[in-house]
C-alpha cells in the first residue's frame, strides 16, 4: 500500500503535424448536459471566433492531487479531460511535462511502470489469448523466473480471493470466456502479483448491466478486504460513488473538486460541478442579473434574495442559479408559496419514468430552457400542458457567471 501524491502535473501532447484546434466543438462536448441551449450556442460561437489553437495540446493543467494510502479514489469527468491521461502519469506509461509523482513521498522520476507495484484493469482486459486463465495469473511469475511452487500457491490463493466459480475458468483460453469472466481473470492478474497500488481505467465499460452491477459488487469486495491504494477512472457516477471513498472532478485537464458524493452534490465548487455531478444534474441557469434591491431578474423569472445573501452584488455582473430537480414543488402537490424563492411557469416537453424510485423527471420548456423536475410517479403531467412548480429559496445555487465559483450557499 501506498500514498500517491502528485505535484503541479503538466502534461503537453504535440505529435506529427502541429494539429489545429477549434475550440466551439470542444465547448460544445463539454456543455452536454447542460439544458440552456441559447446559452451552450452562444458560448460556441464565442470559441469558434477564437484565433485556432496550434500546435500544443495541453492534457492536464498543473494538478495537485493527494491519493491516501488504503483508499479508492474515482476520478469522472467528460470525454477528453484528461482522466486516462492522469492514470497513465501515475503508472508512468506517460512522463510529466512539469511536476513530480511520489509514491510515499518517493519521487518516481527514474522509476520504470514494472518496478512501482501497479496492477493495472483495462476497458479491454488484455489477456493473452494463447494462454488459458492460469496461464494469465502465472506469467509474470514466469517472467522473472519465481519458483513454480510459489507460482502456484499465488494462484491458489488469488482463486479464493475471486469467490465462488473462479476455479472453473483457469483452465480456459478468453475466446471461450463471457465478458463479465475475462473481466475476472483480468482483475486476479492483477492480484496474483500483490500490488501495491491499483488502477482501473473504465473497467465495466464493456459489459452489460447485469454483468456490470455484479462485477461493481465483485470490485467493491476486494477493495474492503485488501484496502489497496486505488485509482477507478470512469465515466459512470454510480460506479464511482460505490467504488470510491471520495471523488475527483475533471475538466479540461484540471481537477476541478475532489470530495465525497455529498460533498459533491451539497456544496460544488462551481457551475461546472453542480451541472456535472447528478442523475438528473442540476438545472443550470445562466444570464441572472442584480436590479432593484435583492432582486436577480433571468431567463428562469425574478429570484428575490435575502438582504443579507445579495451584499455585494454587482448590478453590471452576471450570475448563474442552479437547482437540483428534486427541489421542485409542484402546484398540484405541494401548492405554491408566493414570494418562496422561484416560480417555474412551463410546458411539460417529456417525462423519463423512474419505476423502481416510483417518480419521474418531467421537463419544462420555459421559452429557451428546458429544465428537469423530480415528481411523484403516481401524478399525471399530459405532454403539453403548461403547469407550475416553485423552487424554495434554500435550495437554490448562485454562483459568479465569469469564473462559476459558487456565491451562495457561502
Not at 1 to 7: F, S
Not at 253 to 261: A, E, F, S
Request: hydrophobic share 40%.
Amino acid at each position: 500500500m501506498v500514498t500517491i501524491r502528485l505535484e503541479d502535473i503538466t502534461v503537453r501532447f504535440s505529435r506529427g503535424a502541429p494539429p489545429v484546434v477549434r475550440t466551439g466543438g470542444l465547448v460544445r462536448h463539454s456543455l452536454t448536459r447542460y439544458r440552456d441551449r441559447a446559452f451552450v450556442d452562444r458560448m460556441v460561437a464565442r470559441a469558434d471566433a477564437l484565433p485556432a489553437r496550434r500546435g500544443t495540446i495541453t492534457a492536464l493543467d498543473r494538478v495537485n492531487l493527494i491519493i491516501e494510502n488504503g483508499t479508492t479514489l474515482s476520478v469522472i469527468g467528460p470525454s477528453g479531460c484528461g482522466k486516462s491521461t492522469l492514470l497513465r502519469v501515475i503508472a508512468g506509461l506517460e512522463p510529466p511535462d512539469e511536476g513530480r509523482v511520489l509514491y510515499d513521498d518517493r519521487d518516481m522520476a527514474s522509476v520504470t511502470p514494472g518496478e512501482r507495484g501497479i496492477g493495472m484493469v483495462f476497458q479491454s482486459y488484455a489477456l493473452y489469448p494463447h494462454l488459458e486463465g492460469e496461464g494469465n495469473l502465472a506469467f509474470t511469475f514466469r517472467i522473472r523466473k519465481r519458483p513454480p511452487a510459489e507460482m502456484m500457491e499465488r494462484i491458489r490463493e488469488t482463486s479464493e480471493i475471486m469467490g465462488l466459480g473462479f476455479d472453473d475458468l483457469l483452465p480456459r483460453r478468453p475466446r471461450t470466456l463471457s465478458g463479465g469472466q475475462q473481466q475476472r481473470v483480468a482483475i486476479a492478474r492483477c492480484i496474483v502479483r500483490n500490488p501495491a497500488l491499483f488502477l482501473f481505467d473504465e473497467p465495466l465499460s464493456n459489459l452489460d448491466a447485469e454483468l456490470r452491477a455484479r462485477t461493481r459488487v465483485e470490485i467493491k469486495r476486494l477493495l474492503q478486504r485488501f484496502a489497496i491504494t486505488s485509482v477507478y477512472v470512469t465515466h459512470d457516477q454510480m460506479e464511482a460513488v460505490a467504488l470510491g471513498d471520495r471523488l475527483a472532478v475533471m475538466n479540461e485537464g484540471r481537477i476541478v473538486q475532489v470530495g465525497t458524493y455529498r460533498e459533491l452534490m451539497h456544496r460544488p465548487a462551481n457551475a461546472f460541478v453542480a451541472g456535472f455531478v447528478g442523475h438528473p444534474p442540476m438545472n443550470i441557469v445562466h444570464g441572472y442579473r442584480a436590479c432593484a434591491g435583492p432582486v436577480l431578474k433571468g431567463p428562469a423569472g425574478p429570484l428575490a434574495l435575502p438582504p443579507s445573501s445579495s451584499t455585494g452584488l454587482g448590478s453590471n455582473q452576471e450570475y448563474i442559479i442552479g437547482f437540483r430537480p428534486s427541489a421542485a414543488r409542484w402546484q398540484a402537490t405541494h401548492g405554491l408559496t408566493a414570494g418562496a424563492g422561484l416560480v417555474l411557469r412551463g410546458t411539460v416537453r417529456t417525462r423519463e419514468p423512474d419505476l423502481a424510485r416510483r417518480e419521474q423527471t418531467v421537463y419544462l420548456e420555459l421559452g429557451d430552457l428546458l429544465l428537469g423536475m423530480l415528481a411523484p410517479g403516481e401524478v399525471s403531467f399530459p405532454i403539453g400542458q403548461t403547469v407550475e412548480a416553485s423552487i424554495p429559496l434554500s435550495d437554490i445555487y448562485l454562483f459568479e457567471a465569469s469564473s462559476g465559483r459558487r456565491l451562495l450557499p457561502a
